[in-house]
């Protein structure tokens, strides 16, 4: 990670004797300050990520997507996805939580 970025996540388990119908799994909060690529990625959860600056780009469901400062971006469970950020300047902060 280069210096002046952060990532932080945390995860959430339940010790309950039923499993609530939903509960969040992870939320990260995420700060780059260099351009970001991701692999396509798929996970069994909702995801639902904010940014609190900068660009991204997201590629899922035959869409493409700049989500935009102040934007949320809600992703189905098990869609395959990708984002980066070298085709949006590069910088950004997000928090994401998956459910």
């Not at 990625?41 to 469901?61: A, E, K, N, T």
């Not at 395959?80 to 939580?97: A, I, M």
Request: charged letters at 20%.
């Amino acid at each position: 990670m280069k210096s002046g970025e952060h990532y932080d996540a945390h995860y959430w388990r339940f010790n309950m004797p039923e499993e609530l119908p939903i509960y969040p799994f992870c939320s990260e909060s995420v700060l780059r300050r260099e351009p970001r690529r991701t692999d396509w990625m798929r996970h069994p959860f909702l995801i639902l990520c904010g940014l609190s600056s900068g660009s991204l780009r997201y590629i899922f469901s035959n869409r493409k997507i700049v989500l935009q400062e102040q934007e949320v971006i809600l992703i189905p469970p098990g869609t395959p996805y990708f984002f980066e950020s070298h085709s949006t300047g590069g910088c950004y902060s997000k928090q994401v939580l998956e459910l």
